[in-house]
Nanobody, 114 residues
Framework: VQLVESGGGLVQPGGSLSLSCAAS????????KSWYRQVPGKEREFVAG????????NYADFVKGRFTISRDNGKNTVYLRMNSLKPDDTAVYYC????????WGQGTQVTVSS
C-alpha cells in the first residue's frame, strides 16, 4: 500500500501549485481522500477532502475559494490545486486515504516565499 505525493516546491506569494497523490495497493475509489498540512511545532490540520462514493467535497475555511481538490479514480490519484498562495500556506502537505484503514503519504514540502 502506498500513497505518494508530488508537486511541492517553492512559489512566490500569489502563485499557484498543483499537488498529486498517487495511490496503489488498495481500492482507492471507495476511500475518502483528504489533504492535510503541518508546520513544525503545530498539529497537522485538515485542508480539503473528497468522499469516495458521493464525491462530496469540503474545505477548511482558510483555503475556500483558493484551493480545489479533485480525483481521478481511473488513475488512482487525488489532486490539490492551490491558487493565490500565501506565506502562511507554507507547510508539508500530506495525502490521506481513509476507509477500512487509514493511509498516509510521506508528505511534500510547499514553501511560499518571495
Amino acid at each position: 500500500v502506498q500513497l505518494v505525493e508530488s508537486g511541492g516546491g517553492l512559489v512566490q506569494p500569489g502563485g499557484s501549485l498543483s499537488l498529486s497523490c498517487a495511490a496503489s495497493g488498495f481500492t482507492f475509489s471507495s476511500y475518502r481522500k483528504s489533504w492535510y498540512r503541518q508546520v513544525p511545532g503545530k498539529e497537522r490540520e485538515f485542508v480539503a477532502g473528497i468522499n469516495g462514493g458521493t464525491g462530496l467535497i469540503n474545505y477548511a475555511d482558510f483555503v475556500k475559494g483558493r484551493f480545489t481538490i479533485s480525483r481521478d479514480n481511473g488513475k488512482n490519484t487525488v489532486y490539490l490545486r492551490m491558487n493565490s498562495l500565501k506565506p502562511d500556506d507554507t507547510a508539508v502537505y500530506y495525502c490521506q486515504a481513509i476507509g477500512s484503514r487509514i493511509y498516509w503519504g510521506q508528505g511534500t514540502q510547499v514553501t511560499v516565499s518571495s
